[in-house]
């Protein structure tokens, strides 16, 4: 179920307060979440991405980034997902 699709059907479901008050509380996360990560990430993302294509073909549909900060550290996870045909051979 995609994220739209969860907002359809609560409609049905719920009073439209009710299904309001949950879309804000989502809209507030996810702008908390992107307010929240340094500026210099998209940036250092794009570089990262740049270098790695060098080696090996990337779909960059197929990349995410998580950032995760802790009490003593920040631990910044950059997942891509290579297929078969992108790894070149040894």
């Known amino acids: 179920m995609g994220l739209l699709d969860y ?8 009073g439209s307060a009710v299904v309001a008050r949950e879309r804000l509380q989502i809209l507030v996360a996810h ?9 210099y990430l998209p940036k250092l993302q794009e570089e990262l991405i740049a270098v790695i294509s060098k080696y090996v073909k990337i779909d960059r549909s ?19 997902v290579l297929s078969e045909d992108t790894v070149p051979s040894r």
Request: charged share 45%.
């Open 62 to 80: 197929k990349v995410s980034v998580n950032l995760e900060r802790g009490d003593r550290q920040d631990i910044l996870e950059l997942n891509i």
């Open 7 to 14: 907002f359809r059907a609560s409609r049905s479901k719920k």
């Open 31 to 39: 702008d908390r979440a992107e307010r929240d990560r340094p500026s």
